[in-house]
């Protein structure tokens, strides 16, 4: 069973950047649209990023302009560059396909805190 596990999280303060990485085994990874998700305390999972297989990205309004997708399909693994953190990004970030065809990984903690 697939199941992406996601790392680069931590604790961060306002302004600063991070990188968060998913990687995938067990499937074809390059033929999937992938997505980048996060849920903050007590909200809904939201859709953050995705990236289709083509390299075509999209994101959410709250986001754009700071936060980058990219894949690297040699190494079946998605990533999000995080710039410009506010303390409304603190969440739990997890990845997925667009579809949410898989079952979700644990996420990585991102704390945007003084």
């Known amino acids: 069973q697939v199941q992406p596990v996601e790392s680069g999280g931590g604790l961060v303060q306002p302004g600063g950047s991070l990188r968060l990485s998913c990687a995938v085994s067990?499937?074809?990874?390059?033929?999937?649209?992938m997505a980048w998700y996060r849920q903050a305390p007590g909200k809904q999972r939201d859709l953050v990023a995705t990236?289709?297989?083509?390299?075509?990205?999209n994101y959410a309004d709250s986001v754009k302009g700071r936060f980058a997708i990219s894949r690297d399909n040699a190494k079946k693994t998605v990533y999000l560059q995080m710039n410009s953190l506010k303390p409304e990004d603190t969440a739990v970030y997890h990845c997925?396909?667009?579809?949410?065809?898989?079952?979700w990984g644990q996420g990585t903690q991102v704390t945007v805190s003084t």
């Open positions: 997925n396909t667009a579809s949410i065809t898989w079952k």
């Open positions: 067990g499937t074809i990874f390059r033929i999937y649209s």
């Open positions: 990236i289709t297989s083509g390299g075509s990205t």
